[in-house]
């Protein structure tokens, strides 16, 4: 999957009933999935995570820019060629299975609705899916007639799982899939969705504010700012070899407990989606702004140590090679004193 130039933007009253405000919930995300690959998407709450898994999985169009799946543009298509392609070969795991679910079907017909929507095999083959896709998420096979309010947490969310793979997709998009669970199932889930990864040969996105969690499940990782892209980086690069200064500070807070280490200060709130700065929007948090990243965004830059395009970011004044997290926090502390 592609994405291109992608921009989303959102009316919103509060500017009043004859005024409303545009919210810019994505701006110029430029995104590339290979096929097996994990793609991890970390970034603060509102920095645009959920939209550009929405905007991945079709649910939302693009105000502006291109989604090109297979190598062909999802909103070029006819509507039913769309639906078909989309329901296919993307699959989406949602942040909340008691609220992903319906609470009134079964377990049975949850799995089966897909493969009756897009007219799979014969009855008899669909109700063998649907055992076959309980037995791959672990589930009792007794469990298939129960509802969804009679199942835990884990059950529930290995349910969702399942549907998502029913029609055996390339590509499946995870939207903060353990954010709802108990501590105690997430470890669970996530080494479900590794496996699962392995075994089937998916392309997996996974989103989630658990940073720590995103570096270790994921070949890549992508961070946010206020909707837009800031890095994408290898995952092992992303804790300590990271070139942007709000990729380093996202990180630093939370170190591991053999190293610990204070978290580089950031002065002042995230600004609204709805009157971003001027240029770098991390620019109002930053400690090495100047009138340079006041003027305008960056282009994207590869880091010198990786082959192009392997490691990028946007930013005038990155983060140097040897710069460790204590230089950065001496730097940070001392810019908030000046200032």
Same mark, same amino acid.
């Given at each position: 999957?592609?994405?291109?130039?992608?921009? #989303?933007? /959102?009316?919103?009253?509060? $500017?009043?009933?004859?005024?409303?405000?545009?919210? /810019?919930?994505?701006?110029?995300?430029?995104?590339?999935?290979?096929?097996?690959?994990?793609?991890?998407?970390? $970034? %603060?709450?509102?920095? $645009?995570?959920?939209?550009?898994?929405?905007?991945?999985?079709?649910?939302?169009?693009?105000?502006?820019?291109?989604?090109?799946?297979?190598?062909?543009?999802?909103?070029?298509?006819?509507?039913?060629?769309?639906?078909?392609?989309?329901?296919?070969?993307?699959?989406?795991?949602?942040?909340?299975?008691?609220?992903?679910?319906?609470? @009134?079907?079964?377990?049975?017909?949850?799995?089966?609705?897909?493969?009756?929507?897009?007219?799979?095999?014969?009855?008899?083959?669909?109700?063998?899916?649907?055992?076959?896709? #309980?037995?791959?998420? $672990?589930?009792?096979?007794?469990?298939?007639?129960?509802?969804?309010?009679?199942?835990?947490?884990?059950?529930?969310?290995?349910?969702?799982?399942?549907?998502?793979?029913?029609? %055996?997709?390339?590509?499946?998009?995870?939207?903060?899939?353990?954010?709802?669970?108990?501590?105690?199932? @997430?470890?669970?889930?996530?080494?479900?969705?590794?496996?699962?990864?392995? @075994?089937? =040969?998916?392309?997996?996105?996974?989103?989630?504010?658990?940073?720590?969690?995103?570096?270790?499940?994921?070949?890549?990782?992508?961070? #946010?700012?206020?909707?837009?892209?800031? %890095? %994408?980086?290898?995952?092992?690069?992303?804790?300590?070899?990271?070139?942007?200064?709000?990729?380093?500070?996202?990180?630093?807070?939370?170190? =591991?407990?053999?190293?610990?280490?204070?978290?580089? *200060?950031?002065?002042?709130?995230? *600004?609204?989606? &709805?009157? *971003?700065?001027?240029?770098?929007?991390?620019?109002?948090?930053?400690?090495?702004?100047?009138?340079?990243?006041?003027?305008? #965004? *960056?282009?994207?830059?590869?880091?010198?140590?990786?082959?192009?395009?392997?490691?990028?970011?946007?930013?005038?004044?990155?983060?140097?090679? !040897?710069?460790?997290?204590?230089?950065?926090? &001496?730097?940070?502390?001392?810019?908030?004193?000046? !200032?």
């Amino acid at each position: 999957m592609t994405v291109t130039d992608a921009h #989303m933007v /959102y009316s919103a009253r509060t $500017g009043g009933l004859f005024r409303p405000d545009r919210v /810019y919930a994505l701006t110029g995300a430029d995104l590339t999935v290979a096929p097996g690959e994990t793609l991890g998407v970390v $970034g %603060e709450s509102g920095c $645009g995570k959920s939209t550009l898994a929405r905007v991945l999985v079709g649910v939302e169009r693009p105000t502006r820019g291109t989604v090109a799946f297979r190598g062909r543009d999802l909103w070029a298509m006819r509507p039913a060629e769309r639906r078909e392609t989309i329901g296919t070969g993307i699959g989406m795991i949602f942040q909340d299975p008691s609220t992903a679910l319906n609470r @009134r079907l079964s377990v049975r017909r949850v799995l089966r609705d897909p493969l009756d929507v897009h007219r799979r095999g014969t009855p008899a083959a669909r109700e063998e899916r649907v055992r076959e896709l #309980m037995a791959l998420v $672990g589930l009792p096979a007794q469990l298939a007639g129960a509802l969804p309010g009679q199942l835990s947490g884990g059950q529930r969310q290995r349910v969702a799982i399942a549907r998502a793979l029913a029609l %055996e997709p390339d590509l499946v998009i995870a939207d903060e899939p353990t954010s709802a669970l108990d501590v105690s199932v @997430r470890a669970q889930i996530l080494n479900l969705l590794l496996d699962l990864k392995e @075994r089937l =040969g998916l392309a997996l996105v996974f989103v989630s504010h658990d940073i720590q969690t995103v570096r270790r499940m994921s070949d890549r990782v992508v961070t #946010m700012y206020l909707g837009r892209i800031v %890095e %994408e980086a290898p995952a092992g690069d992303i804790t300590t070899r990271a070139r942007h200064p709000y990729t380093r500070a996202l990180f630093s807070a939370t170190p =591991g407990l053999l190293d610990p280490i204070d978290p580089i *200060p950031l002065a002042g709130p995230v *600004p609204s989606a &709805v009157s *971003p700065p001027s240029g770098c929007p991390f620019r109002t948090r930053c400690w090495k702004a100047d009138e340079a990243c006041a003027a305008s #965004m *960056p282009d994207f830059t590869a880091s010198d140590r990786e082959t192009p395009g392997m490691h990028r970011f946007r930013c005038h004044h990155p983060v140097g090679e !040897s710069e460790s997290t204590h230089d950065l926090v &001496v730097q940070a502390t001392s810019a908030g004193e000046r !200032s």
